[in-house]
């Protein structure tokens, strides 16, 4: 078949999680599918880059249809190494994930998954970031992959906004409602560290802690969706501009500065 | 003096950088400084999170005014470490920087300054990160420091709206023009690999490239700011939400979806 669609897939999880095998089950059907992913864990990895580190690329698999490559970077160096050296022209979809656990709210900021599709954004792909709310390595998937196929195959036929990307969270519930549009929950996490002591007697800190939504209430939020059994769907910007605050700030605008007086 | 400010100040380039020891000097006036920077260099790590590994705190110096901790984590984990076990009270402000390199435009998702800024933001703290576009490690830092100054006091006056906080980019020439309030450009990097050899002939990948404005000729960006050397403040928001697509795509909600047929 002649011009399938170009698929390029990635995580945070790692090349070997059981959420990417079973994302990858699902999109061969719909299109050539490339890996690149990382070769390990790199959960809370955000937009990370390798700035100061080589990055070592692995082919894995060849066949019709799928190839798959490890790399040693973040996610978001998968995405940069498949774009600048592994494909010939710009995929027509990212999805990133099948993340194991939930990238809703503010978590956005931290998810690698996220990250990758992010980035896929800055290159004009339109890209799709999903996750599971259930962190185990052996989490039922068989429910988020069909969403994950259908989201695919819409954003395929109809394309998204620019410099917009979709974070698509899945309940880890028994029957899905089904889908909501919404936007991000204020939220944050609190009580975040376990203190415990390395073999040195040292102090040493795990993050740990837990999400605490600011707006329970609030209907048109991610976390409500999740909590009432829907896959949130939050259509996540790159331009973090807050244009609102642009104007308000406007008369910080002043021509060049003295020395403060507090300096002297 | 009694309710002088708190003033939490971490940054990406480590504890030992010459950007941040020239924010610690002029900020010490302003109020009570509390250091929780990284132990080494961080670039590139946005808003990663150790989610995986143990973290270290260093109490390095504490003297009257200010205390200095290095931590072995990321410019996040020290802003979670200094809310959630270090600091007894919520800071007035957060400082993040000063960086050693731009992070005007989409680099904001990169930056592990700005990501510390965000999680200030996240934690209702008035939040400013401050970059000098000037990677080298012997910068001149002076003209930046003023206005790093200038503008923390004046967020210490004024706060900053909820949810939103201010990245700060300081050109480096020899006379900046003064301050522009304005938003994020349009921009990406290309070219962004150097392939090379691993010690046993492998292929490896140095990120690298150069960055391109997508839209040189408008005014009201902070990449015009910097090139016409003004200081660029981009008010920067956590909440990703791109709300015009969520009112454009609620056609995308549907109830349970049953086995898509790609997938039988």
Same mark, same amino acid.
């Given at each position: 078949?002649?011009?399938?669609?170009?698929?390029?897939?990635?995580? =945070?999880?790692?090349?070997?999680?059981?959420?990417?095998?079973?994302?990858?089950?699902?999109?061969c059907?719909?299109? #050539? &599918?490339?890996?690149?992913?990382?070769?390990?864990?790199?959960?809370?990895?955000?937009?990370?880059?390798?700035?100061?580190?080589?990055?070592?690329l692995?082919l894995?698999?060849?066949?019709?249809?799928?190839?798959?490559?490890?790399?040693?970077?973040?996610?978001? #160096?998968?995405?940069?190494?498949?774009?600048n050296?592994i494909?010939?022209?710009?995929?027509?979809?990212? &999805?990133?994930?099948?993340?194991?656990?939930?990238?809703?709210?503010?978590?956005?900021?931290y998810?690698?998954?996220?990250?990758?599709?992010? !980035?896929?954004?800055?290159?004009?792909?339109?890209? @799709?970031? @999903?996750?599971?709310? =259930?962190?185990?390595?052996?989490?039922?998937?068989? #429910?988020?992959?069909?969403?994950?196929?259908?989201?695919?195959?819409k954003?395929? =036929?109809?394309?998204?906004?620019?410099?917009?990307?979709? /974070?698509?969270?899945?309940?880890? &519930?028994?029957l899905?409602?089904?889908i909501? &549009?919404?936007?991000?929950?204020?939220?944050?996490?609190?009580? !975040?560290?376990?203190?415990?002591?390395?073999?040195?007697?040292?102090?040493?800190?795990?993050?740990?802690?837990?999400?605490?939504?600011?707006?329970? !209430?609030?209907?048109?939020?991610?976390?409500?969706a999740?909590?009432?059994?829907?896959?949130?769907v939050?259509?996540?910007?790159?331009d973090?501009?807050?244009? !609102?605050?642009?104007? /308000?700030?406007?008369?910080?605008?002043?021509?060049?500065?003295?020395?403060?007086?507090?300096? /002297?």
């Amino acid at each position: 078949m002649i011009n399938r669609p170009l698929i390029l897939v990635t995580n =945070d999880d790692g090349v070997q999680s059981k959420g990417i095998s079973s994302l990858i089950r699902v999109l061969c059907p719909l299109g #050539d &599918v490339v890996v690149v992913a990382p070769d390990g864990g790199r959960s809370g990895m955000s937009s990370a880059i390798s700035s100061k580190l080589p990055i070592w690329l692995n082919l894995l698999k060849k066949e019709e249809g799928l190839t798959v490559y490890s790399c040693s970077g973040t996610p978001v #160096d998968c995405v940069k190494l498949a774009v600048n050296e592994i494909l010939d022209r710009k995929p027509d979809i990212l &999805v990133s994930g099948i993340n194991h656990g939930s990238n809703s709210s503010i978590c956005v900021l931290y998810s690698g998954t996220m990250g990758a599709a992010l !980035e896929g954004t800055i290159f004009g792909i339109p890209s @799709v970031g @999903v996750s599971l709310t =259930d962190h185990s390595s052996d989490a039922d998937f068989s #429910d988020v992959a069909k969403y994950a196929a259908v989201i695919t195959s819409k954003v395929l =036929d109809e394309g998204l906004p620019q410099g917009v990307c979709l /974070n698509v969270n899945v309940p880890d &519930v028994k029957l899905v409602k089904g889908i909501k &549009v919404c936007r991000q929950a204020k939220g944050l996490w609190v009580k !975040e560290f376990m203190k415990s002591k390395d073999a040195l007697d040292n102090d040493i800190y795990w993050l740990t802690g837990y999400f605490q939504n600011e707006e329970p !209430e609030s209907e048109d939020t991610d976390e409500w969706a999740l909590s009432h059994g829907y896959v949130s769907v939050v259509p996540t910007q790159i331009d973090m501009t807050a244009y !609102e605050a642009v104007k /308000n700030l406007k008369n910080w605008e002043v021509q060049t500065i003295s020395e403060p007086s507090f300096l /002297n």
